[in-house]
């Protein structure tokens, strides 16, 4: 590192809660950073006030929110000042979600955030080897910034998520089904094609190519939707030739989410996949003009690898989706309950173990494509290393009101989130015929439930004619623990390795797969009861 500044050698900092972090898994290879490096790093900067749980109800617009709950004028300016006195450029104010774009060579942002960076090898989430930057241990700001800068993202960018899809291998596909088909099976309601409705998308790598989508479409017989690729923090639409990599899960997601949802509007968000593109790519898509219906992701990574800061500043975007009325679907994981942990103890993915998302579990579906009679539908597991539904017991997040009496199990005696909440099939070897780097294949996984459940939610707020934000609260509404929630049909057969399927809510499917008409008309009656 170079010597500190006259302006940096008696900064007086102030440690930031939640930002500790370990030092990546498998680390090969590290060297010191370049401290001329130029880098650029996200600040999510405090509410004006908190968030009401009765805003969550009451979706608002975007001036609106933005004046309530994003960030105060007052405390931008703040920002901005302290930082450029130190050398550091803004490079993007957004007072709505909070959050300001900062550059500056690696050496001072290190000496500002008190710590130190190096550049490693290490092996990602899928095992490959990756270079990146790394710290460890925890961050401080400078004392004038002392709560009003709440999360410091990016100077660290080991990646942070891995995609939940799964190719099948030909020889194992028993049964695939287009999206159009599943439409069928799970009775999306009649009359509704998504038509002046905005899916947002989130991806963290990949790409598509247009050629793709039009002869998919083509050979489903439909005119497929408008989609738009919109790059965040430098990242694009780059379609390689790996289907088997991250394009499969792009285009799984695209086109899942576009023939169930065809006159829908997608806007296909690609981030780094780093805790600030992640964050970054969902508050665009978030607070996008026009407010999206649903936002589907299907990346995560076990909530005990966030960091604090990192996994509050997401959940926080997620309140503003909910408040600004956005349905926010995410996959719960494939990997069983132990969300590939290797303590051998269970674990829930993040995202999905958020309150603020709608967690998308999977099934393994026996039906007819062509009649949509379903035979049998059970949870999805094939076995240990060979992919299962993702569901469990949150230990970050407490347990939300709307699911106190589903029958949520305790977690080493705590109450905590319980995952998923919907579901839908995601077993490959029963899984979705899609085109990827032009090339027909059957994915499955968690992730393709995500863009279904996406498609569903605007097509039920084209039918409602409201945003239907935090879903939750009226999908559980007086659910009690063993009763079958109207709108949905109950999966009771299987388990996830630590838990079993049963009536009612469970931790491998939530409340079930839809039922799509009758869901519709529990929500045009403003909520759900039990029998």
Not at 390 to 401: E, I, L, M, R
Not at 408 to 423: E, F, M, Y
Not at 445 to 456: D, I, Y
Request: one cysteine or more.
């Amino acid at each position: 590192m170079s010597n500190p500044t006259p302006q940096l050698s008696n900064l007086d900092l102030r440690p930031l809660p939640g930002s500790e972090r370990p030092a990546a898994p498998g680390v090969a290879a590290a060297t010191e950073l370049a401290a001329d490096q130029r880098i650029e790093i996200t600040l999510v900067l405090r509410r004006r006030a908190p968030v009401p749980d009765e805003a969550l109800a009451n979706p608002l617009p975007r001036e609106e929110f933005a004046a309530q709950y994003g960030a105060d004028p007052a405390d931008a300016e703040l920002v901005a000042s302290a930082l450029t006195a130190l050398g550091v450029d803004i490079a993007e104010t957004d007072l709505a979600s909070r959050r300001v774009r900062v550059s500056g060579t690696a050496g001072r942002l290190s000496q500002i955030f008190g710590t130190s960076l190096e550049q490693v090898t290490s092996a990602n989430l899928a095992g490959a080897q990756v270079t990146h930057r790394q710290r460890t241990g925890g961050l401080s700001v400078p004392a004038p910034l002392d709560g009003v800068v709440v999360a410091v993202l990016g100077l660290d960018d080991r990646p942070q998520t891995r995609a939940r899809f799964r190719v099948a291998s030909a020889a194992a596909v028993q049964v695939s089904y287009t999206p159009t088909q599943l439409g069928k099976i799970y009775d999306f309601p009649e009359g509704t094609d998504g038509s002046d409705q905005t899916i947002g998308i989130i991806e963290l790598g990949g790409g598509f190519a247009q050629s793709d989508l039009d002869c998919y479409f083509g050979e489903l017989g439909i005119t497929g939707p408008k989609v738009t690729a919109v790059g965040v923090d430098g990242a694009k639409n780059v379609p390689g030739a790996d289907p088997n990599g991250a394009d499969g899960e792009v285009l799984l997601d695209i086109e899942v989410a576009g023939a169930l949802a065809p006159a829908a509007n997608i806007l296909v968000y690609f981030a780094p996949n780093t805790d600030a593109g992640f964050v970054d790519a969902l508050s665009q898509a978030a607070h996008a003009d026009p407010t999206p219906a649903a936002i589907s992701i299907s990346w995560g990574q076990s909530e005990d690898d966030w960091t604090a800061q990192a996994r509050t500043a997401f959940d926080q975007v997620l309140i503003d989706a909910a408040v600004l009325g956005v349905t926010v679907t995410v996959a719960s994981g494939d990997d069983g309950s132990t969300d590939r942990a290797s303590d051998g103890k269970s674990h829930v993915d993040f995202p999905a173990a958020s309150p603020h998302a709608l967690a998308c579990g999977g099934t393994r579906l026996n039906a007819d494509p062509n009649t949509g009679t379903v035979s049998s539908e059970v949870v999805w597991n094939n076995g240990s290393g060979n992919g299962a539904t993702g569901g469990g017991v949150s230990d970050t997040f407490p347990q939300p009101s709307w699911q106190a009496a589903a029958g949520i199990p305790t977690l080493a005696g705590k109450t905590g989130r319980g995952v998923p909440d919907v579901a839908g099939v995601a077993d490959p070897q029963t899984g979705y015929r899609v085109r990827v780097d032009g090339q027909d294949l059957v994915i499955g996984g968690t992730s393709a439930v995500a863009p279904l459940w996406a498609a569903l939610v605007a097509r039920l707020a084209q039918a409602t004619g409201r945003k239907l934000g935090l879903l939750q609260p009226v999908l559980y509404g007086a659910v009690r623990a063993g009763a079958v929630v109207p709108g949905f049909r109950d999966i009771t057969s299987g388990n996830n390795g630590a838990y079993q399927a049963e009536p009612g809510w469970d931790a491998c499917t939530g409340l079930g797969v839809p039922d799509g008409g009758r869901l519709l008309a529990a929500l045009q009656q403003g909520g759900n009861s039990t029998d």
